[in-house]
């Protein structure tokens, strides 16, 4: 069931995030290098009325965050990431669509596409925006998702020591 996350998932999604963060020289696709963030951390971005979950049988099996700009500003929450830094300075009104993580033991559920879908539909007022690995790892099948799913490649950023992003819109 796809739902808002609550303050209750922090500690499985943070969980999922680690599980899922590989080195930038991993043969596999991931979170490349992301930084491992606490519990508090996470508790504090599930605040953002995008920020989803789905949940079976009360397991977290995977996790979508998305971030209006207005969240993105408040606080200092984004302050030390370089794409939010960037999407700041080169756009006005728009959602990030940060994360797409599905737990290991949920792939190829449909678990990513269902999130995905809830993503874009609570969003659909908006201009959409997501950032995905393409190198040192091409992350082959968030790009392929996005692509299904109407977002379409417009430039490329690099951030964090030279890795290379493609930027995906939804107009």
């Known amino acids: 069931m796809i739902r808002r996350a609550r303050l209750e998932d922090a500690l499985a999604i943070q969980r999922i995030a680690v599980e899922r963060t590989v080195s930038r020289d991993s043969p596999v696709s991931g979170l490349v290098e992301y930084p491992i963030r606490s519990v ?33 500003l408040e606080g200092g929450r984004f302050a030390d990431d370089e794409i939010v830094t960037w999407l700041l300075n080169k ?10 993580v599905v737990d290991k033991g949920w792939e190829k559920k449909g678990v990513g596409m269902k999130l995905a879908e809830r993503c874009l539909s609570s969003t659909k007022s908006h201009k959409l925006v997501g950032v995905v690995g393409h190198k040192p790892i091409f992350n082959e099948s968030s790009v392929r ?4 799913l109407g977002l379409s490649l417009e430039e490329y950023m690099t951030a964090y020591g030279g890795l290379v992003f493609g930027v995906y819109w939804r107009r």
């Not at 599930?46 to 207005?70: H, M, R, T």
């Not at 006005?92 to 797409?100: A, K, P, R, T």
């Open 145 to 148: 998702l996005i692509s299904k």
């Open 91 to 100: 756009l006005d009104e728009f959602v990030y669509w940060d994360q797409l």
């Open 40 to 72: 508090e951390w996470y508790a504090d971005k599930i605040k953002s009325p995008y920020f989803l979950v789905d949940e079976d049988e009360g397991n977290i099996c995977g996790f979508s965050s998305a971030y209006d700009s207005y969240f993105l």
